[in-house]
């Protein structure tokens, strides 16, 4: 582990690092971790081909992409500015983060208010700082290490929502959608987070975040030199490498929903690191409010209903249900 570890700036459940496990083993172990090549599909940003992109929704639901126009340097102060907050005394993330920009720990599910979510099943090993991209350029904060994170957010964010814009336009003509389907790419709200893995003290640990698939239409991150983002695929789950300067892009529940399920939402996971803290950035782009989503294989839906149903699930079952609730035929 390293020395520089600040455990002041943990969660106190994250401080223990003696190497007991709260999660059960999972024996589902990734495969290629020593593999040199990468096996996702590229998708080149400049010259966006719709077949190809098609066909990497389609059998992959994940891929990367190159040439998306961040400047390197953008991406690194962001994730410099993160680090600087994530590394200060829990108690004052608390106390700082609780209006627009919210802090939260152990759970990636967040009530409507921002708060996490208790009563899922699993600890999630991770620390969050969430924020709607809408709201940045409204808040102004005193603390000017905060007030520069936001700023560099803001442009990030930019950025996110002119990727997301051109995938789209080669989404919606891959898949020859009607005005109807396509209500969920008209003013998506756009929503950031920034994650903080802490050292984890299990080597085999594998929740960093738990198995799950994401409810939005689509997702933008990046990774550092970590890694540790793994995916599920023909029945294995596979790592995702840390490649400088590209993003990774997965698609969500609401574009396989309007997708009729030729798209996939694929499910993914993180791998927590046991000698290092592990940061990523990720873009969530969620359909506008009344958006219903069509398609043949769901009943109409909106994101409210979708997500009101997920919390739902996570108290009462423990875990995310998610797309099968909706499904016209249960079991086709
Ligand atoms: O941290 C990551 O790389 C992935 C996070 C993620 O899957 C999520 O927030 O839904
Ligand atoms: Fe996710």
């Not at 102060?77 to 627009?100: I, M, T, V």
Request: hydrophobic share 35%; with cysteine; proline share 7%.
């Amino acid at each position: 582990m390293s020395e520089m570890t600040n455990l002041e700036s943990y969660p106190p459940l994250f401080r223990n690092l003696n190497g007991h496990s709260h999660i059960s083993d999972d024996h589902n172990q990734t495969v290629g971790d020593s593999l040199d090549s990468d096996p996702l599909p590229l998708i080149d940003l400049q010259l966006p081909d719709s077949d190809k992109l098609g066909a990497a929704c389609k059998n992959w639901g994940i891929f990367r992409l190159v040439n998306h126009g961040i400047p390197p340097t953008l991406t690194t102060q962001l994730q410099d500015s993160a680090k600087r907050l994530f590394s200060l005394p829990f108690e004052s993330k608390q106390a700082l983060f609780n209006g627009p920009v919210s802090y939260f720990w152990g759970t990636p599910a967040l009530t409507t208010s921002g708060t996490a979510l208790r009563g899922a099943l699993n600890i999630n090993w991770l620390e969050g700082l969430s924020v709607f991209h809408s709201q940045l350029s409204q808040v102004g904060f005193q603390d000017p290490m905060i007030n520069a994170f936001r700023l560099l957010l803001e442009e990030y964010g930019r950025h996110q929502v002119r990727i997301a814009k051109i995938l789209y336009g080669a989404m919606s003509k891959n898949l020859n959608l009607d005005s109807k389907q396509s209500q969920i790419f008209s003013e998506p709200i756009g929503y950031h987070r920034i994650y903080r893995y802490p050292v984890s003290p299990n080597p085999n640990e594998l929740s960093g975040m738990e198995e799950h698939t994401d409810s939005s239409v689509l997702t933008i991150l990046h990774q550092d030199q970590i890694g540790g983002l793994e995916f599920f695929r023909d029945n294995k789950w596979l790592p995702v490498k840390h490649v400088p300067n590209t993003l990774i892009v997965n698609i969500g529940d609401m574009m396989q929903a309007a997708s009729d399920d030729e798209y996939i939402s694929v499910k993914h996971r993180v791998r927590a690191n046991k000698d290092e803290e592990r940061f990523s950035i990720c873009y969530f782009e969620f359909p506008a409010d009344g958006a219903v989503i069509h398609s043949s294989k769901y009943r109409p839906f909106t994101y409210p209903e979708f997500s009101a149903q997920v919390q739902e699930d996570i108290k009462t079952v423990g875990y995310k249900v998610g797309l099968p609730r909706f499904k016209l035929h249960p079991n086709s």
